[in-house]
Protein backbone atom coordinates (compact mmCIF):
# COMPACT_ATOMS: atom_id res chain seq x y z
CA UNK A 1 0.00 0.00 0.00
CA UNK A 2 1.20 3.73 -0.97
CA UNK A 3 1.56 6.21 1.89
CA UNK A 4 -0.15 8.70 -0.57
CA UNK A 5 -1.62 8.73 -4.01
CA UNK A 6 -2.29 11.55 -5.95
CA UNK A 7 -5.60 10.77 -8.12
CA UNK A 8 -6.88 12.06 -11.48
CA UNK A 9 -4.79 15.45 -12.01
CA UNK A 10 -3.19 16.63 -15.12
CA UNK A 11 0.64 15.81 -14.56
CA UNK A 12 3.46 18.27 -15.99
CA UNK A 13 6.18 16.22 -14.95
CA UNK A 14 9.02 19.08 -15.43
CA UNK A 15 10.77 17.25 -18.59
CA UNK A 16 8.77 19.21 -20.97
CA UNK A 17 6.52 16.50 -22.13
CA UNK A 18 3.28 17.10 -22.65
CA UNK A 19 0.84 16.99 -19.67
CA UNK A 20 -1.04 13.63 -19.08
CA UNK A 21 -3.76 12.59 -16.43
CA UNK A 22 -2.47 10.45 -14.08
CA UNK A 23 -1.83 8.99 -10.57
CA UNK A 24 1.47 9.82 -8.91
CA UNK A 25 1.64 7.17 -6.04
CA UNK A 26 4.47 8.20 -3.13
CA UNK A 27 5.89 6.07 -0.61
CA UNK A 28 8.11 7.09 2.29
CA UNK A 29 8.46 10.11 0.25
CA UNK A 30 9.68 8.99 -3.18
CA UNK A 31 7.12 8.80 -6.24
CA UNK A 32 6.80 5.46 -6.95
CA UNK A 33 4.36 5.33 -9.66
CA UNK A 34 2.97 7.76 -12.33
CA UNK A 35 0.21 6.04 -14.31
CA UNK A 36 -3.09 6.05 -15.35
CA UNK A 37 -4.65 4.36 -12.24
CA UNK A 38 -2.57 2.73 -9.21
CA UNK A 39 -3.34 0.82 -6.25
CA UNK A 40 -4.51 2.07 -2.74
CA UNK A 41 -3.11 4.01 -0.30
CA UNK A 42 -2.94 5.70 3.38
CA UNK A 43 -4.12 8.68 1.83
CA UNK A 44 -6.06 9.80 -1.58
CA UNK A 45 -5.85 13.46 -2.61
CA UNK A 46 -8.27 14.01 -5.64
CA UNK A 47 -6.42 16.40 -7.95
CA UNK A 48 -8.99 16.35 -10.86
CA UNK A 49 -8.87 19.31 -13.01
CA UNK A 50 -5.70 20.67 -11.20
CA UNK A 51 -2.37 20.48 -12.44
CA UNK A 52 0.65 18.23 -10.26
CA UNK A 53 4.08 19.97 -10.94
CA UNK A 54 6.95 19.48 -9.29
CA UNK A 55 7.89 21.70 -6.56
CA UNK A 56 9.71 25.03 -7.51
CA UNK A 57 13.70 24.87 -7.08
CA UNK A 58 14.54 28.54 -6.84
CA UNK A 59 18.68 28.46 -7.55
CA UNK A 60 18.87 32.56 -6.54
CA UNK A 61 17.93 33.85 -2.94
CA UNK A 62 19.26 35.36 -0.13
CA UNK A 63 17.91 33.96 3.10
CA UNK A 64 21.47 33.57 4.51
CA UNK A 65 20.50 35.03 7.68
CA UNK A 66 16.41 34.48 7.66
CA UNK A 67 17.27 30.47 7.09
CA UNK A 68 19.04 31.03 10.93
CA UNK A 69 15.89 32.04 12.12
CA UNK A 70 12.72 31.62 10.13
CA UNK A 71 11.34 27.86 9.28
CA UNK A 72 8.80 29.18 7.37
CA UNK A 73 10.85 30.19 4.99
CA UNK A 74 7.90 32.95 3.33
CA UNK A 75 7.07 34.35 1.13
CA UNK A 76 9.03 31.72 -1.49
CA UNK A 77 7.30 28.80 0.38
CA UNK A 78 4.02 30.55 0.23
CA UNK A 79 4.72 30.42 -4.01
CA UNK A 80 5.48 26.65 -3.97
CA UNK A 81 9.12 26.62 -4.09
CA UNK A 82 10.40 23.30 -2.29
CA UNK A 83 14.27 23.97 -2.68
CA UNK A 84 16.73 26.73 -2.38
CA UNK A 85 19.88 27.83 -2.92
CA UNK A 86 21.56 31.07 -1.18
CA UNK A 87 24.65 32.48 -0.67
CA UNK A 88 24.61 33.97 -4.24
CA UNK A 89 26.18 37.30 -5.69
CA UNK A 90 29.05 36.66 -3.40
CA UNK A 91 27.83 38.13 -0.32
CA UNK A 92 26.50 35.47 2.61
CA UNK A 93 28.10 35.21 6.37
CA UNK A 94 30.97 32.71 6.51
CA UNK A 95 33.51 32.30 7.25
CA UNK A 96 33.51 35.45 10.05
CA UNK A 97 35.70 36.22 12.90
CA UNK A 98 33.76 36.95 15.47
CA UNK A 99 33.91 40.77 16.05
CA UNK A 100 33.71 41.21 12.72
CA UNK A 101 30.49 40.43 12.01
CA UNK A 102 29.13 44.35 11.27
CA UNK A 103 30.96 44.38 7.63
CA UNK A 104 28.93 41.25 6.41
CA UNK A 105 26.25 42.78 7.40
CA UNK A 106 26.61 46.19 6.66
CA UNK A 107 27.50 44.66 3.28
CA UNK A 108 24.40 42.19 3.02
CA UNK A 109 22.38 45.50 3.99
CA UNK A 110 23.68 47.55 1.27
CA UNK A 111 23.77 44.69 -2.07
CA UNK A 112 20.24 43.33 -0.60
CA UNK A 113 18.35 45.98 1.24
CA UNK A 114 18.25 43.60 4.43
CA UNK A 115 18.11 46.36 7.31
CA UNK A 116 20.98 45.99 9.54
CA UNK A 117 18.87 46.41 12.55
CA UNK A 118 16.87 42.79 11.20
CA UNK A 119 20.35 40.88 10.43
CA UNK A 120 21.93 42.20 13.89
CA UNK A 121 18.47 40.85 16.30
CA UNK A 122 17.77 37.91 14.11
CA UNK A 123 21.39 35.90 12.83
CA UNK A 124 22.50 34.77 15.72
CA UNK A 125 26.60 34.01 15.27
CA UNK A 126 27.31 30.82 16.30
CA UNK A 127 30.16 30.19 13.90
CA UNK A 128 33.15 31.26 11.94
CA UNK A 129 34.03 28.23 9.40
CA UNK A 130 31.84 27.74 6.53
CA UNK A 131 31.36 24.28 7.83
CA UNK A 132 30.32 25.44 11.18
CA UNK A 133 27.51 27.64 9.73
CA UNK A 134 26.07 24.78 7.81
CA UNK A 135 26.09 22.30 11.13
CA UNK A 136 23.82 25.95 12.67
CA UNK A 137 21.57 25.51 9.51
CA UNK A 138 21.50 21.68 9.63
CA UNK A 139 19.93 22.18 13.40
CA UNK A 140 16.79 23.36 12.21
CA UNK A 141 13.79 21.54 10.63
CA UNK A 142 11.80 23.70 8.01
CA UNK A 143 9.67 23.64 5.24
CA UNK A 144 12.17 22.89 2.14
CA UNK A 145 15.24 22.04 1.67
CA UNK A 146 17.83 24.93 1.53
CA UNK A 147 21.41 24.57 0.35
CA UNK A 148 23.94 27.15 0.86
CA UNK A 149 27.32 28.53 -1.44
CA UNK A 150 30.39 30.14 -0.21
CA UNK A 151 30.81 33.75 -0.84
CA UNK A 152 33.52 35.33 -2.37
CA UNK A 153 33.12 38.59 -0.32
CA UNK A 154 33.11 36.63 3.16
CA UNK A 155 36.01 34.54 2.24
CA UNK A 156 37.90 37.53 0.81
CA UNK A 157 37.57 39.57 4.46
CA UNK A 158 38.00 36.78 6.13
CA UNK A 159 41.58 35.96 4.98
CA UNK A 160 42.26 39.68 4.15
CA UNK A 161 41.12 40.92 7.16
CA UNK A 162 40.26 44.86 6.48
CA UNK A 163 42.22 45.23 3.16
CA UNK A 164 39.49 42.26 1.62
CA UNK A 165 37.07 44.94 1.76
CA UNK A 166 38.40 47.19 -0.69
CA UNK A 167 38.20 45.61 -3.98
CA UNK A 168 41.61 47.53 -5.32
CA UNK A 169 43.70 45.47 -2.66
CA UNK A 170 45.04 42.63 -3.85
CA UNK A 171 45.92 39.35 -1.65
CA UNK A 172 49.46 38.25 -1.38
CA UNK A 173 50.28 34.44 -3.11
CA UNK A 174 49.68 33.32 1.01
CA UNK A 175 46.20 34.65 0.97
CA UNK A 176 45.39 33.27 -2.40
CA UNK A 177 46.20 30.44 -0.87
CA UNK A 178 44.80 30.50 2.18
CA UNK A 179 41.22 30.96 0.23
CA UNK A 180 41.79 28.54 -1.71
CA UNK A 181 42.04 25.97 1.20
CA UNK A 182 39.14 27.73 3.02
CA UNK A 183 36.93 27.14 -0.07
CA UNK A 184 38.18 23.64 -1.05
CA UNK A 185 37.09 22.70 2.64
CA UNK A 186 33.89 24.22 2.68
CA UNK A 187 32.98 22.41 -0.66
CA UNK A 188 34.03 19.09 0.63
CA UNK A 189 31.72 20.04 3.77
CA UNK A 190 28.65 20.59 1.78
CA UNK A 191 28.95 24.01 -0.19
CA UNK A 192 27.04 23.70 -3.54
CA UNK A 193 29.43 26.44 -5.18
CA UNK A 194 31.62 29.69 -4.95
CA UNK A 195 29.56 33.12 -5.65
CA UNK A 196 30.73 36.46 -6.76
CA UNK A 197 29.76 39.96 -7.33
CA UNK A 198 31.14 41.94 -10.32
CA UNK A 199 29.23 44.63 -10.99
CA UNK A 200 29.14 48.03 -9.89
CA UNK A 201 25.52 48.22 -8.59
CA UNK A 202 26.45 46.26 -5.67
CA UNK A 203 27.91 48.71 -2.72
CA UNK A 204 27.55 48.11 0.88
CA UNK A 205 25.20 50.31 2.78
CA UNK A 206 28.58 52.58 3.54
CA UNK A 207 28.79 53.27 0.00
CA UNK A 208 31.99 51.28 -0.42
CA UNK A 209 31.58 48.74 -4.02
CA UNK A 210 31.80 44.77 -3.16
CA UNK A 211 35.26 43.45 -2.26
CA UNK A 212 34.78 41.24 -5.64
CA UNK A 213 34.34 43.75 -7.85
CA UNK A 214 37.43 43.86 -9.65
CA UNK A 215 39.02 40.56 -8.62
CA UNK A 216 41.87 40.10 -11.22
CA UNK A 217 43.42 36.36 -12.33
CA UNK A 218 45.36 35.40 -10.38
CA UNK A 219 42.75 35.66 -7.09
CA UNK A 220 40.41 33.86 -9.50
CA UNK A 221 42.29 31.24 -10.89
CA UNK A 222 43.63 30.49 -7.11
CA UNK A 223 39.80 30.07 -6.05
CA UNK A 224 39.55 27.96 -9.80
CA UNK A 225 42.05 25.59 -8.78
CA UNK A 226 40.58 24.97 -5.53
CA UNK A 227 37.40 23.99 -7.24
CA UNK A 228 39.01 21.99 -9.32
CA UNK A 229 40.88 19.60 -6.32
CA UNK A 230 37.38 19.89 -4.76
CA UNK A 231 35.61 18.48 -7.83
CA UNK A 232 32.47 19.85 -7.19
CA UNK A 233 30.47 22.70 -6.98
CA UNK A 234 29.14 25.93 -9.32
CA UNK A 235 30.41 28.84 -10.08
CA UNK A 236 27.54 31.62 -9.93
CA UNK A 237 28.03 35.69 -11.23
CA UNK A 238 26.66 38.81 -10.86
CA UNK A 239 28.85 40.85 -13.42
CA UNK A 240 27.67 43.90 -15.79
CA UNK A 241 29.88 41.98 -18.19
CA UNK A 242 32.25 44.68 -20.00
CA UNK A 243 34.44 44.16 -22.31
CA UNK A 244 36.72 40.70 -21.90
CA UNK A 245 34.65 40.22 -18.71
CA UNK A 246 33.05 37.06 -20.09
CA UNK A 247 36.34 35.83 -21.66
CA UNK A 248 37.72 35.93 -17.98
CA UNK A 249 34.97 34.33 -16.55
CA UNK A 250 35.18 31.34 -19.23
CA UNK A 251 38.66 31.57 -18.70
CA UNK A 252 38.29 30.67 -14.64
CA UNK A 253 35.66 28.24 -15.33
CA UNK A 254 38.33 26.17 -17.57
CA UNK A 255 40.49 26.33 -15.54
CA UNK A 256 37.90 25.34 -12.48
CA UNK A 257 36.56 22.24 -15.01
CA UNK A 258 33.44 23.41 -12.74
CA UNK A 259 30.06 24.77 -14.45
CA UNK A 260 29.30 28.53 -14.71
CA UNK A 261 25.90 30.27 -14.44
CA UNK A 262 25.72 33.98 -14.83
CA UNK A 263 23.00 35.94 -13.75
CA UNK A 264 21.14 37.87 -16.98
CA UNK A 265 19.49 40.92 -17.41
CA UNK A 266 18.60 43.87 -20.08
CA UNK A 267 20.37 47.04 -18.50
CA UNK A 268 19.24 50.19 -19.76
CA UNK A 269 22.55 51.92 -20.05
CA UNK A 270 24.18 48.73 -22.71
CA UNK A 271 20.25 47.47 -24.01
CA UNK A 272 22.08 45.28 -26.35
CA UNK A 273 24.59 44.01 -24.33
CA UNK A 274 22.78 40.92 -22.43
CA UNK A 275 22.32 39.49 -25.96
CA UNK A 276 26.29 39.79 -26.57
CA UNK A 277 26.42 37.83 -23.27
CA UNK A 278 23.87 35.29 -24.07
CA UNK A 279 25.25 34.70 -27.22
CA UNK A 280 28.69 33.80 -25.48
CA UNK A 281 26.80 31.48 -23.31
CA UNK A 282 25.69 29.63 -26.03
CA UNK A 283 29.26 29.57 -27.76
CA UNK A 284 30.71 28.09 -24.78
CA UNK A 285 27.77 25.23 -24.34
CA UNK A 286 28.70 24.68 -27.75
CA UNK A 287 32.22 23.82 -27.23
CA UNK A 288 31.31 21.68 -24.18
CA UNK A 289 31.34 23.47 -21.32
CA UNK A 290 28.71 23.46 -18.45
CA UNK A 291 27.27 27.27 -18.82
CA UNK A 292 24.11 28.45 -17.82
CA UNK A 293 22.41 32.37 -17.64
CA UNK A 294 19.90 32.38 -15.11
CA UNK A 295 17.03 34.85 -16.44
CA UNK A 296 14.15 36.54 -14.60
CA UNK A 297 10.43 36.38 -16.02
CA UNK A 298 9.62 39.59 -15.29
CA UNK A 299 10.51 43.21 -15.74
CA UNK A 300 13.63 44.60 -12.77
CA UNK A 301 12.15 47.32 -10.85
CA UNK A 302 11.30 48.25 -7.62
CA UNK A 303 7.96 48.90 -5.59
CA UNK A 304 7.65 52.18 -4.57
CA UNK A 305 5.11 52.92 -1.51
CA UNK A 306 4.73 55.25 1.93
CA UNK A 307 5.78 52.31 3.76
CA UNK A 308 8.57 51.25 1.45
CA UNK A 309 11.72 51.64 1.20
CA UNK A 310 11.44 54.58 -1.72
CA UNK A 311 9.10 57.13 -2.68
CA UNK A 312 8.96 60.21 -4.45
CA UNK A 313 8.75 62.26 -1.35
CA UNK A 314 11.46 60.09 1.11
CA UNK A 315 13.26 63.46 1.69
CA UNK A 316 10.74 66.12 1.62
CA UNK A 317 11.10 68.15 4.70
CA UNK A 318 7.44 67.86 5.64
CA UNK A 319 7.64 63.92 5.22
CA UNK A 320 10.23 63.87 8.16
CA UNK A 321 7.86 65.98 9.86
CA UNK A 322 5.19 63.32 9.71
CA UNK A 323 7.63 60.58 10.39
CA UNK A 324 6.92 61.38 14.38
CA UNK A 325 3.37 59.91 13.92
CA UNK A 326 2.49 56.04 12.98
CA UNK A 327 1.55 55.05 9.28
CA UNK A 328 -2.10 55.26 9.82
CA UNK A 329 -2.11 58.99 11.69
CA UNK A 330 0.17 60.35 8.69
CA UNK A 331 -2.03 58.93 6.18
CA UNK A 332 -5.22 60.10 7.88
CA UNK A 333 -3.66 63.38 8.07
CA UNK A 334 -2.95 63.58 4.26
CA UNK A 335 -5.63 62.18 2.73
CA UNK A 336 -7.73 64.39 5.31
CA UNK A 337 -5.68 67.72 4.65
CA UNK A 338 -5.68 68.91 0.90
CA UNK A 339 -2.89 72.10 2.26
CA UNK A 340 -0.88 69.01 3.44
CA UNK A 341 -0.87 67.39 0.42
CA UNK A 342 -0.41 70.11 -1.73
CA UNK A 343 3.03 71.21 0.42
CA UNK A 344 4.52 67.95 -0.38
CA UNK A 345 3.87 68.04 -4.10
CA UNK A 346 4.59 72.03 -4.76
CA UNK A 347 7.32 72.32 -2.30
CA UNK A 348 9.39 69.32 -2.92
CA UNK A 349 13.08 70.03 -2.14
CA UNK A 350 15.70 70.61 -5.32
CA UNK A 351 17.70 67.32 -4.62
CA UNK A 352 19.27 64.34 -6.02
CA UNK A 353 16.26 62.51 -4.73
CA UNK A 354 13.58 64.33 -6.07
CA UNK A 355 15.10 64.32 -9.57
CA UNK A 356 15.83 61.04 -9.74
CA UNK A 357 12.23 60.69 -8.95
CA UNK A 358 11.23 62.65 -11.67
CA UNK A 359 12.74 60.33 -14.09
CA UNK A 360 11.78 57.54 -12.10
CA UNK A 361 7.87 58.39 -12.27
CA UNK A 362 8.40 58.22 -16.86
CA UNK A 363 8.47 54.46 -16.25
CA UNK A 364 6.57 53.92 -13.08
CA UNK A 365 3.31 52.44 -13.10
CA UNK A 366 -0.14 51.20 -11.01
CA UNK A 367 -0.11 47.37 -10.80
CA UNK A 368 -3.92 46.96 -11.00
CA UNK A 369 -6.62 44.58 -10.54
CA UNK A 370 -6.01 42.03 -11.96
CA UNK A 371 -2.24 43.03 -11.43
CA UNK A 372 -0.43 43.83 -14.60
CA UNK A 373 3.24 42.96 -15.11
CA UNK A 374 3.67 44.05 -18.78
CA UNK A 375 2.45 47.67 -18.75
CA UNK A 376 1.97 50.11 -21.66
CA UNK A 377 4.77 53.23 -20.92
CA UNK A 378 1.72 55.55 -22.21
CA UNK A 379 0.55 54.12 -19.09
CA UNK A 380 3.66 54.98 -16.99
CA UNK A 381 2.49 57.92 -13.94
CA UNK A 382 3.95 60.56 -15.75
CA UNK A 383 2.50 60.05 -18.52
CA UNK A 384 -1.16 59.69 -17.13
CA UNK A 385 -0.34 62.69 -15.15
CA UNK A 386 0.24 64.81 -19.06
CA UNK A 387 -2.74 63.68 -20.16
CA UNK A 388 -4.60 64.87 -17.15
CA UNK A 389 -2.47 68.06 -17.08
CA UNK A 390 -1.73 67.29 -13.64
CA UNK A 391 1.87 67.20 -11.42
CA UNK A 392 3.30 63.44 -11.69
CA UNK A 393 3.84 63.99 -8.20
CA UNK A 394 0.64 65.33 -7.23
CA UNK A 395 -0.65 61.48 -9.14
CA UNK A 396 1.67 59.41 -7.28
CA UNK A 397 0.66 60.81 -3.61
CA UNK A 398 -3.35 59.72 -5.12
CA UNK A 399 -2.38 56.44 -5.35
CA UNK A 400 0.17 55.90 -2.68
CA UNK A 401 -2.72 56.70 -0.19
CA UNK A 402 -5.32 54.82 -1.70
CA UNK A 403 -5.89 51.76 0.45
CA UNK A 404 -5.09 53.31 3.94
CA UNK A 405 -1.65 54.08 2.31
CA UNK A 406 -0.28 50.95 1.87
CA UNK A 407 -0.89 50.90 -2.54
CA UNK A 408 2.41 49.75 -3.67
CA UNK A 409 3.36 51.37 -7.35
CA UNK A 410 5.61 49.29 -9.53
CA UNK A 411 8.98 50.79 -11.12
CA UNK A 412 10.84 49.09 -14.23
CA UNK A 413 14.48 49.63 -15.11
CA UNK A 414 15.90 46.36 -16.55
CA UNK A 415 14.59 44.06 -18.93
CA UNK A 416 11.76 46.34 -19.71
CA UNK A 417 14.04 49.19 -21.96
CA UNK A 418 11.23 48.47 -24.62
CA UNK A 419 8.45 48.96 -22.86
CA UNK A 420 7.25 45.17 -23.19
CA UNK A 421 8.52 41.63 -21.92
CA UNK A 422 9.83 40.69 -25.61
CA UNK A 423 13.45 40.80 -24.65
CA UNK A 424 12.38 38.28 -21.36
CA UNK A 425 10.50 36.49 -23.80
CA UNK A 426 13.76 35.92 -26.42
CA UNK A 427 15.82 35.17 -22.50
CA UNK A 428 13.20 32.61 -21.46
CA UNK A 429 12.61 30.77 -24.85
CA UNK A 430 16.67 29.83 -24.71
CA UNK A 431 17.84 26.47 -24.38
CA UNK A 432 20.60 27.39 -22.25
CA UNK A 433 18.85 30.20 -19.69
CA UNK A 434 17.00 28.78 -16.87
CA UNK A 435 14.92 30.77 -14.50
CA UNK A 436 16.50 32.49 -11.43
CA UNK A 437 16.92 36.24 -9.97
CA UNK A 438 13.68 35.85 -7.63
CA UNK A 439 16.11 37.41 -5.19
CA UNK A 440 13.90 35.28 -2.70
CA UNK A 441 14.85 36.58 0.97
CA UNK A 442 16.45 40.05 -0.40
CA UNK A 443 15.60 43.70 -1.06
CA UNK A 444 12.76 43.55 1.39
CA UNK A 445 11.73 46.86 0.86
CA UNK A 446 11.77 47.48 -2.56
CA UNK A 447 10.55 44.29 -4.34
CA UNK A 448 9.23 40.77 -3.62
CA UNK A 449 9.77 39.07 -6.52
CA UNK A 450 9.99 35.44 -5.08
CA UNK A 451 6.45 35.48 -6.22
CA UNK A 452 8.04 35.27 -9.96
CA UNK A 453 7.26 31.32 -9.84
CA UNK A 454 3.83 31.99 -9.88
CA UNK A 455 3.57 34.99 -12.65
CA UNK A 456 5.86 32.64 -14.38
CA UNK A 457 2.55 30.27 -15.08
CA UNK A 458 0.10 32.97 -14.88
CA UNK A 459 1.84 35.91 -17.44
CA UNK A 460 3.29 33.82 -20.23
CA UNK A 461 1.43 30.40 -19.89
CA UNK A 462 -2.34 32.07 -19.77
CA UNK A 463 -3.05 36.18 -19.01
CA UNK A 464 -0.10 37.47 -21.36
CA UNK A 465 -1.69 40.02 -24.61
CA UNK A 466 1.19 41.75 -25.45
CA UNK A 467 3.26 39.20 -27.07
CA UNK A 468 3.58 35.18 -27.91
CA UNK A 469 2.60 32.89 -24.64
CA UNK A 470 4.52 30.08 -23.49
CA UNK A 471 3.48 26.31 -23.00
CA UNK A 472 2.70 25.27 -19.39
CA UNK A 473 5.16 22.52 -19.94
CA UNK A 474 8.15 24.57 -21.33
CA UNK A 475 7.59 27.27 -18.46
CA UNK A 476 7.54 24.00 -15.41
CA UNK A 477 10.61 22.50 -17.05
CA UNK A 478 12.55 25.82 -16.54
CA UNK A 479 11.83 26.10 -12.79
CA UNK A 480 12.04 22.67 -12.00
CA UNK A 481 14.30 20.07 -13.67
CA UNK A 482 16.15 22.84 -15.42
CA UNK A 483 17.22 24.50 -12.60
CA UNK A 484 17.88 21.68 -10.06
CA UNK A 485 20.05 20.09 -13.33
CA UNK A 486 21.76 23.31 -12.51
CA UNK A 487 23.06 22.87 -9.28
CA UNK A 488 23.36 18.96 -9.72
CA UNK A 489 20.14 18.24 -7.82
CA UNK A 490 19.56 14.85 -9.77
CA UNK A 491 16.56 13.59 -7.29
CA UNK A 492 14.13 16.44 -7.36
CA UNK A 493 12.41 18.70 -10.34
CA UNK A 494 10.49 15.74 -12.22
CA UNK A 495 7.78 13.69 -11.22
CA UNK A 496 8.53 10.08 -12.03
CA UNK A 497 9.57 6.86 -10.33
CA UNK A 498 12.63 7.46 -7.91
CA UNK A 499 12.50 11.13 -7.86
CA UNK A 500 11.43 12.66 -4.56
CA UNK A 501 8.03 13.73 -3.95
CA UNK A 502 8.04 17.66 -4.11
CA UNK A 503 4.95 18.35 -5.50
CA UNK A 504 2.56 21.08 -6.26
CA UNK A 505 -1.22 20.86 -7.13
CA UNK A 506 -2.40 24.19 -8.09
CA UNK A 507 -5.96 25.16 -9.76
CA UNK A 508 -4.52 27.17 -12.38
CA UNK A 509 -7.96 28.91 -13.51
CA UNK A 510 -8.06 30.35 -9.89
CA UNK A 511 -3.99 30.93 -9.60
CA UNK A 512 -3.10 34.49 -9.66
CA UNK A 513 -1.25 36.93 -7.29
CA UNK A 514 -2.45 39.12 -4.75
CA UNK A 515 -1.18 42.49 -4.58
CA UNK A 516 2.44 43.03 -2.51
CA UNK A 517 2.10 44.73 0.67
CA UNK A 518 4.11 45.91 3.37
CA UNK A 519 4.42 43.90 6.81
CA UNK A 520 6.45 44.59 9.54
CA UNK A 521 7.09 40.84 11.15
CA UNK A 522 11.39 40.58 10.88
CA UNK A 523 13.31 40.64 13.84
CA UNK A 524 13.01 44.27 15.88
CA UNK A 525 9.96 44.73 13.96
CA UNK A 526 11.57 44.93 10.50
CA UNK A 527 9.13 45.96 7.42
CA UNK A 528 9.07 43.80 4.11
CA UNK A 529 7.00 43.22 0.89
CA UNK A 530 5.22 40.07 0.75
CA UNK A 531 3.16 38.83 -1.78
CA UNK A 532 0.17 35.72 -1.33
CA UNK A 533 -0.81 34.15 -4.09
CA UNK A 534 -4.15 32.25 -4.47
CA UNK A 535 -5.05 28.94 -6.18
CA UNK A 536 -2.25 26.37 -4.59
CA UNK A 537 -4.06 23.66 -2.91
CA UNK A 538 -1.12 21.45 -2.05
CA UNK A 539 2.65 21.50 -2.00
CA UNK A 540 4.16 18.29 -0.86
CA UNK A 541 7.91 18.21 0.21
CA UNK A 542 9.34 14.66 0.37
CA UNK A 543 6.16 13.57 0.55
CA UNK A 544 4.76 15.44 3.15
CA UNK A 545 2.38 18.27 2.78
CA UNK A 546 3.59 21.47 4.24
CA UNK A 547 0.95 23.81 2.48
CA UNK A 548 -3.29 23.30 2.02
CA UNK A 549 -5.18 25.57 -0.03
CA UNK A 550 -2.33 28.31 1.18
CA UNK A 551 -2.11 27.28 4.75
CA UNK A 552 0.98 26.50 6.83
CA UNK A 553 0.18 22.75 8.01
CA UNK A 554 3.33 23.39 10.16
CA UNK A 555 4.91 20.16 8.79
CA UNK A 556 8.44 20.80 8.46
CA UNK A 557 10.27 17.73 6.66
CA UNK A 558 13.07 20.58 4.74
CA UNK A 559 16.59 19.50 5.36
CA UNK A 560 19.76 20.82 5.01
CA UNK A 561 21.68 19.29 1.36
CA UNK A 562 25.13 19.41 1.57
CA UNK A 563 26.74 19.61 -2.02
CA UNK A 564 28.69 17.01 -2.05
CA UNK A 565 26.65 13.78 -1.09
CA UNK A 566 25.96 11.58 -3.75
CA UNK A 567 22.64 11.91 -5.57
CA UNK A 568 21.28 9.40 -7.90
CA UNK A 569 24.00 6.81 -9.11
CA UNK A 570 26.67 7.73 -6.76
CA UNK A 571 26.91 11.35 -8.59
CA UNK A 572 28.26 14.22 -6.69
CA UNK A 573 25.35 16.79 -6.27
CA UNK A 574 27.25 20.04 -7.35
CA UNK A 575 27.37 18.65 -11.06
CA UNK A 576 25.00 18.92 -14.16
CA UNK A 577 25.27 14.97 -15.51
CA UNK A 578 22.41 13.68 -16.19
CA UNK A 579 20.87 10.94 -14.48
CA UNK A 580 19.04 8.12 -16.59
CA UNK A 581 15.72 9.68 -15.18
CA UNK A 582 16.50 12.87 -16.56
CA UNK A 583 15.16 14.10 -20.04
CA UNK A 584 16.86 14.17 -22.89
CA UNK A 585 16.01 15.60 -26.10
CA UNK A 586 14.30 18.73 -24.70
CA UNK A 587 13.67 21.46 -27.46
CA UNK A 588 12.69 24.90 -26.58
CA UNK A 589 9.24 26.67 -27.75
Known sequence: MHDLVIRNGTVIDGTGKPGRCADVAITDGIITDVIPQTGLARRDVDAE???VLPGWV?????????ATWDAAMTPSSWHGVTTTIFGNCGVGFAPVRPGTEHFLINLMEGVEDIPEIVLAEGVDFRWESFNEYLDVLDETPRVMDIGAQVAHSALRFYVMGDRGADHDARPTEDEITRMGELLEESLAGGAFGFTTSRTGKHRAADGRPTPSLTAEHAELAGLALAMKRAGTGIIQVNSDFGAGEFQLLRAVAELAERPLSVLLVQMAIAPERWAQTLASVD??????LEFTAQVGSRAIGILLGLQASQHPFLTHPLWHELQTVDHKTRVDRLVNSSELRSRLVKDRPDDDHTREMTNILEQTFELGDPLNYEPKFEDSIASRAVKAHRDPFDLALELLLQDGGQKLLMHTFENYCEGDLNVVYRMLVNPNTV????DGGAHVGLICDSSSPTSLLTHWARDRIRGPQLPLEFLVHKQTAATARTYGLHDRGVIAPGYRADINIIDFNELRLQPPVVVHDLPAGGKRIVQRPKGYRHTFVHGIEVAH????????????????????GGRKLGTRRITPHDPSGFQSP
Open 435 to 438: CGIA
Open 549 to 568: NGEDTGARPGRLLRGCQAGP
Open 283 to 288: EACADG
Open 58 to 66: DIHTHYDGQ
Open 49 to 51: GRL
